[in-house]
């Protein structure tokens, strides 16, 4: 199984550190969120180089607070600083209003027009090509920047909603998900990115699956401790939305929690649902946060082994 954790730890050492860990466990990838030592770029690169097969991504950063061209060259930066080539994936996405408007000043008008053009850009000038673009938003004329050994760098799209996953679908290598469930994947999602992909003559799109998750025998209670440490995900009208799609109340009820033969199958379930890849984030459950820790990363290391 293709098997991602979360890139994030308390220093760079230790990220490091994780990312070799997580190559020899057998894990696929690494996910690194847009607040990760305050900038993931730094960590990827420095990971990429501490590694020689994991994928290394972002999941995700920002558009509205980096121009596309910009984003370009400092996605081919972090490419070059990796000893092997093909292992960066930039995931990128709108975020929320409540991060680009409320927070940073910006203004957070038109998101779906705006990943629209900002994708176009982007995948040209990460694909090698000269960027000659006029629309609503942006107005660009740019040379790409340097890609090691010429080779482009994917881009996934934080994708929930019709148009946004019509976007994935036609215009880059798919999409990386949080909090959409087995159900929300089957029937909104993969039907909606893969029939934009095939009408535009593209490969077959990833679909990067993201849910918290706890090995624990009482579920009541992890699902207790979810909504404790990511019930504040539920107050985003995205998230709302895709919680809704895959029929649950909160980001708690869509968390991946149980024993160690109910996780796997709940797992499973992911990608019987259209999923390439999932990434999973533990999350601690009673007084001992390590052991539960530990226990949930056991489990883990034998899924991505399977």
């Known amino acids: 199984m293709r098997i991602g954790l979360p890139g994030a730890a ?22 690194y969120t847009s607040d990760t030592a305050d900038d993931p770029l730094v960590a990827i690169a420095l990971a990429g180089r501490a590694t020689s097969g994991i994928e290394l991504g972002t999941g995700v950063l920002q558009t509205f607070t980096c121009h596309p061209v910009l984003q370009a060259a400092r996605a081919a930066a972090v490419a070059a600083a990796f000893r092997v080539e093909g292992r960066f994936t930039l995931g990128i996405g709108p975020s929320h209003e409540r991060f ?19 994708v176009q850009i982007l995948g040209a000038l990460l694909s090698g090509q000269s960027a000659s673009f006029a629309g609503r938003d942006f ?6 920047p340097q890609l090691p050994g010429g080779a482009g760098i994917p881009i996934l799209v934080a994708a929930l909603g019709p148009r946004l996953l019509r976007v994935a679908g036609q215009y880059t290598a798919g999409t ?25 003559g593209r490969p077959e799109p990833r679909i ?23 019930g504040w995900y539920g107050t985003l009208p995205n998230y709302q939305r895709v919680l809704s799609l895959g029929g649950v109340p909160d980001p708690a009820a869509a968390a991946v929690v149980g024993n160690e ?46």
């Open 261 to 306: 033969a109910s996780v796997v199958a709940q797992v499973k379930r992911l990608f019987d649902a259209g999923s390439t890849d999932v990434r999973l984030r533990p999350f601690p459950v009673g007084p001992d946060a390590t052991a539960s820790l530990a226990r949930t990363y056991a489990l883990l290391t034998v899924l991505a082994r399977m």
């Open 208 to 230: 990067v699956a993201g849910l918290p998750v706890a090995v624990h025998d009482d579920v009541d209670e992890a699902r207790v401790a979810a909504a404790d440490q990511m």
């Open 10 to 31: 308390p220093s760079i050492e230790q990220m490091i550190q994780r990312a070799q860990r997580a190559e020899a466990d057998g894990f696929t990838s690494l996910w």
């Open 139 to 144: 107005r660009v004329q740019a040379e790409p």
């Open 176 to 200: 990386i998900l949080w909090l959409a469930t087995a159900r929300a994947i089957a029937d909104h999602i993969a039907p909606r990115i893969r029939a934009a992909a095939a009408e535009h």
């Open 100 to 118: 680009v408007s409320d927070s940073q000043g910006m203004p957070y008008t038109s998101p779906g027009n705006h990943t629209e053009e900002y």
